[in-house]
């Protein structure tokens, strides 16, 4: 009776049963396993170590590359900006010999003016004096013999007075000058100074001053 009992139990149905759960439960607990497997089939796999401090080296390289190419343009465009320091340099004095060498043309002229008023001006004074006016007069006929004294003696003293007005100009001026010639001989002092400073700082020869 027992064993009848058992064979009940374990009929074809509810071997079946069993089955179909276990075809199920094999099922759930496969699944995660084979989504995992889809997925890492779905991704690139991970490069190597070696190949990730490869590119990391080339990268560290280019770095190094760059950095040494900025360096050597900041150097060039240092010595480009010394350079036009040196050209602007140049250039200004320059300008200032010219100012110089003009202004001592404009002194030596106005001192050969002067010197030539100087003399005449030096002429007039004994021309003045009233026995020296009564002889010019002397060989002229004249029936109002002391106006023409005074005409004479009235153009005489307004040429000295037109004369010593210019010479009085010329003074002020020659003063003028030479403190604009003593200014510019300074200011070319100055930047020779400059210059042959800037010139040794880019390493030039020293011709380049000249």
């Known amino acids: 009776m027992q064993t009848n009992s058992f064979q009940r139990e374990i009929s074809p149905v509810r071997v079946f049963k069993l089955f179909v759960w276990a075809v199920f439960l094999c099922g759930v607990m496969s699944g995660p396993a084979v989504i995992a497997q889809e997925t890492a089939k779905d991704q690139p796999a991970p490069p190597p170590a070696s190949a990730n401090d490869d590119d990391i080296e080339k990268l560290r390289k280019l770095v190094r590359q760059l950095s040494a190419e900025v360096g050597r343009l900041r150097a060039e465009v240092a010595k480009l900006e010394k350079y036009q320091q040196i050209d602007y340099l140049r250039a200004q004095l320059m300008k200032e010999e010219q100012r110089s060498e003009a202004l001592q043309r404009e002194l030596s002229d106005m001192a050969a003016k002067e010197t030539s008023l100087q003399k005449r ?90």
């Open 121 to 210: 001006l030096d002429e007039i004074e004994p021309q003045l004096r009233p026995d020296r006016i009564e002889r010019s007069m002397a060989g002229v006929g004249s029936t109002r013999p002391e106006e023409n004294r005074d005409a004479v003696r009235t153009q005489l003293a307004n040429e000295k007075r037109r004369i010593q007005i210019q010479l009085d100009q010329f003074s002020q001026n020659r003063l003028r000058l030479q403190s604009s010639i003593s200014t510019a001989e300074a200011s070319r002092t100055v930047l020779r100074q400059r210059l042959s400073e800037a010139v040794r700082a880019a390493k030039l020869s020293g011709r380049e001053v000249n």
